[in-house]
C-alpha cells in the first residue's frame, strides 16, 4: 500500500509520457468526428423524409453534403491513426533514451543482466505501441462520441435517450462483475503464456545439449504437453474474460433493437405517450442511425483490453529499470555550469585517500563501516582477500560505478563527490576483468580512450602496451577489424588492447580489477609486461585488486580487504 | 510467399475451431447487418403506415427478426472469439514444435552459433506474428468478403441495378489491402534486420559499459544506439501510417458504397421502381459493411510480415518426420542397465580448423585411451582443448584422420549412437527452466529417487538441496531458485554421471570451484566414474584425483609432461 501512494497508477505513468499535444489532438478529432456523425445521420434521415415522405426528386446539394461528411469521417479516422503513430514512436524512442541514460547512472555493477535490459529496451517497449497508436485513440473516442451523440438523441426523443443512457451505465456495472475480476485473469494467462514462450526458448537455447542426451522426442512432447495445458487452462478464463465484451454487444444489440421497435410502434401509434406520439420517420431514422454510433466507441476499447493490460505490465518493469540510476547522469546544462577541469592534473600521479568509507550492497549489511586508506601518489597497492570480500567493490566505489553511503574519497586533497564522467575519466583508468572490443578496428578501439589522440599517439601507445606484437601479423595491421564479425583475438591480446585504451591518455591513478583473473598463464604474462612497461612511460598511482602472485609481484603494498577489516600485508 | 499457409495447421481439432470460428464470423457480421437493415425497414415502414402511405403492415415477424439478431449476434461474435482463441493457441502448439524439430535436425556446428545470437528471439517472434493470423486475418476478412458477398446477394435481388456498389466495394478493397501489403513489406524486412542490430549494439554497449563510463564515452555511444533505435522506430511508423492510410481509404471506399446504394435507392424510391422501406435497409446494409471492413487493413499488415516469418521460418530446414526422434531415446534408455563399462578411446592424426582465416587449431593429434584409463590434457585457454574434446565426443567431424571407439570408426554411427558412447560435460554449462529434478532426469529419464539423491551427494550439494525450499522440485533458473557458476557446473556433471555412457569428456569440469569442494567432488564422483575412460581437459595443472596419465596441447600436437 505504500508504494501506491508514491507511484501513480500505470495509466497516468503512461499518460504522462505522451507528449503535450496528443491529448487535445485527440480531444479535437473525437469532438469533430462526433459531429461528423450527427451529421451524418441527420442527412441521411432528410433525404430519406424527403424521398420516401415528401416525394420530391432529392436534388443534388444534399447527397452531395452527405458524401463530404462520410469523406471528412474517414479522412479523421486516417488523420487519427497518423499521428497516434507519430506519437507512439516518439514516446519509444524517449523512453529509450531514459533507458539507457537510468543504465549510466547505475553503472556496470548495478545495471540489471543482460537479458532483462534487452527485454525492457526492446519487448517491453514494442508493447507499448498498440497501447498509444490504438488503445488511447480509442480512450478517446470512447469518452467523447457516447455524450455527445445522447445529447443530439435526446434533443430527438428523449424516451429513446432514456433507452440509450439506461443501457451504457449497465454496462460498467456488468463489466465490473464479469469483466473486470476475468480480466486479471485474463492478464494472469497472458503472463502464463510469455513464461511459456521464456520456457520455449530456454529449450531451444539449449538444442545442443538436449541433443546430447537425446531428448529431442522427449522435450517434443512436453513442448505439446505445455502448450496443451496452457491453452486448457486459458480457454477455461477467456469463457469468463470474452463474457464481458459480450455483455457490451448484448446492450448494444438490445439498445438497438429496442429503440427500433419503440420507434417502430410509435411511428405506427401504437404508442401514444410521451414524445413517441410526434415521432417522424426522419427522427426515427435519425435515432435509429446513431444508436450503433452510440456503442461502436465503447465496443473497440472493450476489444483492446490486452493492449492495455500489456502496456501496464511493462511499465512496472519499466519503471523498476528507470529507477536505477541512483545519480542521475549529469545532462549538459549541468556540465556547462560547472567549471570542468578535465585537462590532465599534474603531478603524472595523484594521492589517494579515503576518510570514514561506509557502503553496504543493496538489501545487505553494510560491507565497509568507516574504513580509511591513504596511496601515496606513484604507490602501486595490490588489495588481496577473500572474493566477495569487497576488494572490486572498493575498486568500483573509485571508479564511480558505485557511491559511498557516508564518508570521503579524495584525490590530491579534492573529494570526488559529484562528479562528472569527463572529469573522473581525465584522472582515472580502469581495467576490468574482461575487456569488451566494440564493433570497429583495433586502431577504433584504442582511440575510444580519448578523442584528440592522433595517429602518432595510438600506434605508439599499441606499442607499449604489446598490442603491436600481434597487430603486425594481422594483414590489416592496426587498422585489422575486431568484435564481432571481427578477427578473434584470445583474452590476452583483448586486455592488451583494453591497456592501450585505458592508457591512451596518460591518467594519474590507475585501476586494475582482477585484469588477468580470465587468462592462462601466458596471456597474464604478457599483460603484466605490457603493464610494466607502460608504468615505466608514464607513472602513476596503482590500486590492483588481484590474488594472483604475477601481479603481487609487481606492488609496493599489500593491502588485505576482508569486509570492514582492512590490513596492511608484507609484500610477498 | 505461400509459406504461412504450409506453416499453419488447418487440420483436425484446430481446423474444426477454425471453421467453427469463420462461420461465426459470417454469421455475426449477417446478424449484425440484420439488425440493422431489418430495423430501418421497420421504422420506414412504420412511418409510411403512419402518413397512410402503405397499407398496415405487420409488426411482429420484423420484431421478432430484430430480437433474435440482436441475441444472435452477441452469441455469434462470443462464439467466434472463444473457437478462434482455441484453434490459434492449437495452431501455437504446432508451430513451435515445427520449429523446434527443424533445429534438432540441424548439423551440430550450426547449433554452436545460435545459442548467443538473436535468431532464436526472432524465431519466437515470429511464431508469434504467424499465430496472430488467424485472428487478425482471417477471421475479419472472412466476416468482410463474405459480409459483402451477401450484401451484394440482396442488392442483387432487390434492387438490381445497383449492383456495382457491392461489387465495386469488394473489389476496389481487396485491391486497396494487397496494396498495403505490398508498401508495407519493404518496411517489415527492415524492421527485423535492424532489430537484430540493435540488440547486438545494445549487448556490447552494457558489455562495456564500465569501460565506457570509466573512458567518458558512455553518453555518446548511448546516442549512436538511439539514433539506431530512432530509424527502426519510424520504420515502424512507416508502417503504421500506412494501416492508417489503409483505414481511411477501406472506410471511405464502404461509404462511397454505401453512398451509392441510398442515393441510387432512393431515387428508385422516387421513381416508384423500389419501396421505400426496401432501399433505407439496403442502404443500412452498406453502412454495416464499413465496421467489417474497417478490421482489415491491420491485418493485412500483419499478412506482410507474417510472409517473411515464415520465410525464415522455412529457412531453417527440413522439418521432423513424426516419429523420427522416437528411437534415440529408447537407444539411450536400453544402453544397459548395468554400470558402464570403459571402452577405448583412440584418435589417430587428427586435424581440424575453424576456417581457412584461423588456421589448423589441431594439427594431427594422437591419442589413445584404455578401456577404464584417466586421461588429462593441459593446455593454455583457446589452444584447442575443447575443439579435441568435441572431436572425441562424436560432435566434431575432424578434417582429417580418425576418431575410433573400441577399434571402430565412430564417425560409422548416427549421431545419437555416438553420444550416447562419448559423453561430454560441456564447458560453459547449460541447465534448463525446470525444476532440479527434471534437469537431471535429462540425464536419465528412468533413475530412482535414491540414484538422484546419490549423484546429487557425489557433486556435493546434498546439503544445498536439502536447504532449498521445494528440495527436487525447486524450479531452477528465471523466477526459481538462481545458482552459482559453480553449483551449475556441478549439477551439468551429475546430469552427465547419469548416463551410462562408457567413455567420458570432462571438459574444466573443476572450474571456478574453491580448493576444498573440488576436492570433495573429486572424491564424490569417484564411485560414478569408476571403470569409465575418462578424458579431462583443463588449463589448470589441476584435474579429478587418480590420472593415469598427463598431456600438454602445444601448438596443435600432444606433447607428454
Known amino acids: ?572 | 510467399m505461400n509459406g504461412p499457409r504450409r506453416l499453419l495447421p488447418w487440420s483436425g481439432a484446430t481446423g474444426r475451431y477454425a471453421l467453427l470460428a469463420a462461420l461465426l464470423a459470417l454469421l455475426g457480421i449477417g446478424l449484425a447487418v440484420t439488425l440493422l437493415a431489418v430495423s430501418g425497414w421497420l421504422i420506414t415502414a412504420a412511418g409510411l403506415v403512419g402518413l397512410g402511405v402503405l397499407a398496415m403492415i405487420d409488426i411482429f415477424a420484423p420484431g421478432a427478426v430484430i430480437r433474435g439478431s440482436a441475441v444472435g449476434r452477441t452469441v455469434a461474435r462470443y462464439g467466434e472469439r472463444l473457437a478462434g482463441h482455441d484453434a490459434m493457441l492449437r495452431q501455437l502448439a504446432s508451430l513451435r514444435l515445427d520449429a523446434f524439430q527443424r533445429l534438432m535436425r540441424w548439423p551440430v556446428r550450426r547449433l554452436d552459433g545460435i545459442v548467443s545470437g538473436d535468431l532464436l528471439t526472432r524465431l519466437t517472434r515470429d511464431i508469434d506474428a504467424l499465430e496472430l493470423l488467424l485472428p487478425r486475418w482471417w477471421l475479419p476478412n472472412i466476416a468482410a468478403i463474405g459480409g459483402s458477398l451477401l450484401a451484394a446477394a440482396a442488392v442483387v435481388l432487390l434492387a438490381p441495378a445497383l449492383w456495382f456498389a457491392p461489387l465495386g466495394l469488394l473489389l476496389s478493397a481487396l485491391a486497396l489491402l494487397a496494396a498495403l501489403r505490398r508498401i508495407s513489406a519493404p518496411a517489415g524486412r527492415r524492421l527485423v534486420e535492424d532489430n537484430a542490430v540493435l540488440r547486438s549494439e545494445l549487448t556490447t554497449w552494457l558489455d562495456g559499459l564500465g569501460e565506457l563510463i570509466s573512458l567518458d564515452r558512455a553518453a555518446e555511444r548511448s546516442e549512436r544506439l538511439v539514433a539506431r533505435a530512432r530509424r527502426l522506430v519510424d520504420a515502424q511508423r512507416h508502417q503504421r501510417r500506412v494501416e492508417a492510410l489503409g483505414q481511411a481509404g477501406i472506410a471511405a471506399l464502404g461509404y462511397l458504397a454505401f453512398w451509392l446504394v441510398l442515393i441510387g435507392g432512393l431515387r428508385l424510391a422516387v421513381e416508384g421502381a423500389l419501396a421505400g422501406p426496401v432501399a433505407v435497409a439496403l442502404a443500412l446494409v452498406m453502412l454495416g459493411l464499413v465496421e467489417a471492413w474497417q478490421a482489415t487493413p491491420a491485418g493485412w499488415v500483419l499478412r506482410a510480415n507474417c510472409a517473411q516469418a515464415a520465410d525464415r521460418i522455412e529457412a531453417l530446414g527440413e522439418t521432423a518426420n513424426p516419429g523420427e526422434f522416437d528411437g534415440l531415446a529408447a537407444t539411450t534408455a536400453s544402453g544397459g542397465s548395468a554400470m558402464a563399462r570403459g571402452a577405448a578411446l583412440a584418435l589417430d592424426r587428427v586435424r581440424f580448423g575453424w576456417g581457412p582465416a584461423s588456421g589448423d587449431v589441431l594439427r594431427g593429434v594422437d591419442l589413445a585411451l584404455a578401456p577404464g584409463e584417466r586421461v588429462l590434457i593441459e593446455g593454455v585457454s583457446g589452444g584447442g582443448k575443447t575443439t579435441l574434446g568435441r572431436i572425441a565426443a562424436g560432435e566434431l567431424v575432424p578434417e582429417r584422420g580418425r576418431v575410433r571407439f573400441n577399434g571402430e570408426d565412430l564417425f560409422g554411427e548416427v549421431e545419437a549412437e555416438r553420444y550416447r558412447r562419448v559423453g561430454r560435460l560441456e564447458q560453459s554449462p547449460r541447465l534448463f527452466r525446470d525444476t532440479l529434478e527434471a534437469n537431471l532426469r535429462i540425464g536419465d529419464p528412468e533413475a530412482s529417487r535414491a540414484r538422484l539423491d546419490a549423484v546429487l551427494a557425489a557433486v556435493d550439494l546434498a546439503s544445498w538441496c536439502d536447504g532449498l525450499s521445494h528440495g527436487m522440485a525447486t524450479w531452477l533458473g528465471e523466477r526459481g531458485v538462481g545458482l552459482s557458476g559453480g553449483q551449475a557446473r556441478r549439477l551439468t556433471l551429475a546430469r552427465l554421471l547419469l548416463t551410462r555412457s562408457p567413455v567420458l569428456v570432462l571438459d574444466e569440469p573443476l572450474a571456478g570451484l574453491d580448493g576444498p569442494t573440488a576436492k570433495r567432488v573429486m572424491a564424490g564422483i569417484e564411485p560414478w566414474i569408476v571403470g569409465r575412460t575418462l578424458l579431462v581437459l583443463s588449463h589448470d595443472r589441476f584435474g579429478p584425483g587418480s590420472i593415469d596419465r598427463r598431456l600438454r596441447l602445444v601448438d596443435g600436437r600432444l606433447e607428454t609432461t
Not at chain 1, 94 to 113: C, H, M, N, S
Open chain 1, 1 to 572: 500500500m505504500a508504494t501506491a501512494t508514491t507511484e501513480p497508477a500505470p495509466g497516468a505513468w503512461l499518460a504522462g509520457r505522451a507528449p503535450g499535444w496528443l491529448r487535445p489532438a485527440l480531444v479535437g478529432l473525437a469532438t469533430i468526428e462526433s459531429l461528423l456523425v450527427v451529421g451524418q445521420a441527420g442527412l441521411i434521415a432528410w433525404l430519406c423524409h424527403r424521398a420516401l415522405v415528401a416525394e420530391v426528386p432529392i436534388g443534388l446539394a444534399a447527397p452531395a453534403a452527405l458524401l463530404g461528411v462520410l469523406l471528412l469521417r474517414a479522412t479523421v479516422l486516417g488523420v487519427r491513426g497518423w499521428i497516434a503513430a507519430d506519437a507512439s514512436a516518439r514516446i519509444r524512442v524517449e523512453l529509450r533514451q531514459a533507458v539507457l541514460a537510468a543504465l549510466r547512472g547505475a553503472g556496470p555493477v548495478d545495471a540489471p543482466p543482460t537479458g532483462r535490459v534487452l527485454a525492457a529496451f526492446d519487448e517491453q517497449i514494442e508493447k507499448l505501441d498498440p497501447y498509444y497508436a490504438r488503445f488511447l485513440p480509442q480512450q478517446f473516442a470512447a469518452a467523447i462520441l457516447p455524450p455527445v451523440l445522447l445529447v443530439a438523441v435526446f434533443a430527438v426523443d428523449w424516451i429513446a435517450g432514456l433507452f440509450l443512457l439506461f443501457s451504457a451505465p449497465l454496462i460498467p456495472v456488468f463489466m465490473v462483475l464479469i469483466g473486470w475480476g476475468a480480466e486479471a485473469r485474463a492478464r494472469q494467462q497472458v503472463d502464463a503464456l510469455g513464461r511459456l514462450g521464456g520456457w520455449f526458448l530456454d529449450r531451444l537455447r539449449g538444442a545442443a545439449t538436449l541433443r546430447r542426451f537425446a531428448a529431442e522426442s522427449a522435450t517434443s512432447a512436453a513442448v505439446a504437453q505445455r502448450t496443451e495445458e496452457l491453452r486448457r487452462a486459458s480457454m477455461n478464463v477467456l469463457k469468463l474474460a470474452f463474457l464481458s465484451s459480450a455483455v457490451l454487444e448484448f446492450f448494444a444489440s438490445v439498445a438497438i433493437a429496442a429503440v427500433a421497435i419503440y420507434v417502430g410502434m410509435g411511428l405506427l401509434g401504437f404508442l401514444t405517450f410521451g414524445p413517441a406520439g410526434e415521432l417522424t420517420l426522419a427522427g426515427g431514422l435519425f435515432v435509429l442511425l446513431l444508436a450503433p454510433e452510440y456503442f461502436a466507441p465503447l465496443r473497440a476499447l472493450s476489444q483492446g483490453w490486452h493492449d492495455r493490460a500489456d502496456a501496464g505490465a511493462a511499465v512496472g518493469e519499466l519503471r523498476d529499470l528507470l529507477g536505477r540510476a541512483k545519480t542521475p547522469a549529469p545532462t549538459p546544462m549541468d556540465r556547462a555550469a560547472r567549471p570542468v577541469s578535465t585537462a590532465v592534473p599534474s603531478p603524472p600521479a595523484i594521492a589517494v585517500r579515503i576518510r570514514g568509507l561506509r557502503f553496504a550492497h543493496r538489501g545487505r549489511p553494510p560491507l565497509f563501516d568507516g574504513q580509511m586508506l591513504d596511496v601515496a601518489a606513484g604507490e602501486r597497492v595490490a588489495l588481496v582477500g577473500p572474493s566477495g570480500a569487497g576488494k572490486s567493490t572498493l575498486i568500483d566505489l573509485l571508479a564511480g560505478f558505485l557511491h559511498p553511503e557516508a564518508g570521503r574519497i579524495e584525490l590530491d586533497g579534492e573529494s570526488t563527490e559529484g562528479w562528472s564522467d569527463a572529469e573522473r575519466a581525465a584522472r582515472i583508468a580502469w581495467l576490468g576483468q574482461r575487456p569488451t572490443l566494440f564493433a570497429g578496428s583495433l586502431y577504433d578501439n584504442i582511440a575510444l580512450g580519448w578523442r584528440e589522440a592522433d595517429r602518432d599517439a595510438v600506434e605508439a601507445i599499441a606499442e607499449l602496451a604489446g598490442v603491436m606484437t600481434f597487430a603486425r601479423r594481422l594483414p590489416e595491421g592496426l587498422d585489422a577489424p575486431v568484435g564481432e564479425n571481427g578477427h578473434r583475438l584470445s583474452g590476452g591480446q583483448m586486455q592488451r588492447v583494453a591497456l592501450a585504451r585505458a592508457l591512451l591518455r596518460p591518467r594519474p591513478l590507475i585501476l586494475l580489477d582482477e585484469p588477468t583473473a580470465h587468462l592462462d598463464p601466458q596471456g597474464e604474462a604478457d599483460v603484466l609486461s605490457s603493464l610494466e612497461r607502460l608504468l615505466a612511460a608514464r607513472p602513476a598511482t596503482v590500486l590492483a585488486a588481484s590474488h594472483r602472485p604475477g601481479m603481487l609481484r609487481h606492488v609496493d603494498r599489500v593491502v588485505r580487504i576482508d569486509g570492514d577489516r582492512w590490513t596492511e600485508e608484507s609484500v610477498a
